[in-house]
């Protein structure tokens, strides 16, 4: 998936691929159209011109006259021990042996109802491969693999005929190692950029933690203070919330002088204490008593009133004597006093006259103005 450039430098000093024509070793590059000529191996010794072979890693190619391929046949099983299974079938399928050849083979496909197994094999005679793998190596190079000029790709994709116990291991050049560095601390610093802001984060969220633990200790006394605070002003104001919650008895006498009918005499008038609110129970002599439930409901103090007894005839002609019970709402407390209003006035500061004098004291009693 990487470009071809960047393939290229990754892959620069780790193998070479070269072919021996015409007596001297050309060199290639991958492309994308397959191998190019690049240029021609320095020899070991004499005038160094071209690649320089000392610590080089180099593929060695065989020309299509200088190997066999062809596709062969196996069975299935054969794939669990597949080196051994073709070494002793090379013979068969080639005209070398396994003494005299180096081979590698590829796995091409598989058919599970016939149980065979298909390949791709190239020979090549080892007295001519060993020979240029000598050549190479007595100039300091290391040699890879063998492979085919035809169809090389790269290392990694193409057929080895080297045996693997005979392969070198590659040597890295500056190049290389300098572009894995450079890869190496763009990666490292990639994850620093994702890693270190989230630690400084952390960090300020573990300072500020003993803070944030001290204010909620602050807030959970505090929140005591008020509620012992608001228990002990409702101690303390409850006689004083009873008292102002009940309506007194003058202004009880004086909304039902103003409310009942002028036909409507009160005889009695009696005030029982109940479980919420207290019971007014009225008794007397009226004229129009229907019209007495509904005058006590708009007054405002009472609610629920009812006729405790059937009405009898009274003493005064046209009248009837009544027996009515209500119960007496409870009045609103008084709005709480502002706090602006309780907090002293401050006090003029030293060496500043107050803005407003004492009041004088009032007389002694006698005492001439």
Same mark, same amino acid.
């Given at each position: ?28 590059? *991958? ?197 012992? *605070? ?51 129970? *009225? ?53 709480? *006093? ?32």
């Amino acid at each position: 998936m990487l470009p071809e450039g960047l393939r290229a430098r990754m892959r620069t000093g780790l193998e070479t691929p070269v072919s021996l024509v015409e007596g001297r070793w050309k060199t290639f590059a *991958i492309t994308r159209d397959g191998l190019t000529a690049s240029g021609e191996l320095a020899p070991a010794v004499g005038k160094q011109t071209g690649t320089p072979l000392n610590h080089a890693n180099l593929w060695v190619l065989l020309g299509p006259s200088e190997s066999v391929v062809r596709e062969a046949v196996l069975p299935l099983a054969a794939e669990e021990s597949l080196d051994e299974a073709v070494g002793y079938e090379l013979d068969r399928l080639t005209p070398l042996t396994a003494e005299k050849a180096w081979f590698g083979y590829r796995v091409t496909g598989r058919d599970e109802a016939e149980k065979q197994l298909r390949l791709r094999l190239a020979v090549a005679p080892r007295e001519l491969v060993e020979a240029r793998v000598a050549d190479l190596r007595a100039g300091g190079a290391h040699v890879l693999g063998v492979g085919l000029l035809d169809e090389f790709a790269g290392g990694a994709s193409s057929l080895n005929l080297m045996p693997r116990d005979q392969r070198d291991r590659p040597v890295l050049s500056r190049e290389v190692l300098a572009t894995r560095a450079l890869a190496g601390l763009a990666a490292f610093m990639a994850v620093a950029a994702l890693v270190y802001p989230v630690w400084l984060k952390r960090e300020s969220v573990s300072a500020l933690l003993p803070r944030v633990e001290k204010a909620k200790a602050a807030a959970d006394v505090s929140s005591r203070v008020a509620a012992e *605070i608001e228990t002990l002003a409702k101690e303390h104001n409850l006689l004083l919330a009873k008292k102002l919650a009940q309506t007194p008895m003058a202004q009880l006498v004086e909304e039902l002088a103003k409310q009942l009918p002028d036909n409507t005499w009160v005889q009695q008038l009696d005030v029982k204490p109940g479980p919420k609110t207290r019971e007014v129970q *009225i008794a007397g002599e009226t004229g129009s008593s229907s019209a007495l439930v509904e005058v006590l409901e708009r007054s405002g103090l009472f609610a629920n009133a009812t006729f405790k007894s059937p009405l009898t005839k009274g003493a005064t002609p046209n009248t009837e004597r009544y027996l009515l019970a209500a119960e007496l709402k409870l009045r609103d407390l008084p709005s709480p *006093i502002p706090e602006e209003s309780l907090v002293a006035p401050a006090t003029a500061a030293p060496g500043q006259q107050p803005s407003q004098q004492a009041p004088a004291q009032p007389p002694a009693p006698g005492a001439r103005q």
